[in-house]
């Protein structure tokens, strides 16, 4: 079982930055791939970035590309966001989740995805 925390979420304007973090519990967390997700008000939850086990893989929505950068630290059991160029856009709650498979690609489908955070709200103002 893991357990995911995310904090940094907040309020920033428009071109600002933020950084997300997701705190994970259990001593799996350094195995699994990792993902972001976003969901706006009165929409799907979305993909936004995933990263490997081993941090050697990433990938990003093509919305977010060269603005956001997920990166994780398995000695601290973290994942990270950073968030630059903010948009009224990516206004929406993020969670992280944890991806179990082994050995398989990186996925953008928030159905193989088992560990779930709560979400930390994130608000840019234009």
């Known amino acids: 079982q893991v357990q995911l925390v995310e904090s940094g979420g907040g309020l920033v304007q428009a071109g600002g930055s933020l950084r997300l973090s997701c705190a994970a519990s259990g001593r799996s967390f350094s195995s699994y791939a990792m993902g972001w997700f976003r969901q706006a008000p009165g929409k799907e939850r979305d993909f936004v970035a995933a990263?490997?086990?081993?941090?050697?893989?990433?990938y990003y929505t093509d919305s977010v590309r060269g603005r956001f950068t997920i990166s994780r630290d398995n000695d601290k059991n973290t994942v990270y966001l950073q968030m630059n160029g903010l948009k009224p856009e990516d206004t929406a709650v993020y969670y992280c989740?944890?991806?179990?498979?082994?050995?398989?690609?990186?996925?953008?489908?928030?159905?193989?995805?088992?560990?779930w955070g709560q979400g930390t709200l994130v608000t840019v103002s234009s």
């Open positions: 990263i490997s086990w081993s941090g050697g893989s990433t």
């Open positions: 989740a944890a991806d179990r498979r082994l050995g398989v690609p990186l996925s953008l489908v928030t159905d193989t995805y088992d560990y």
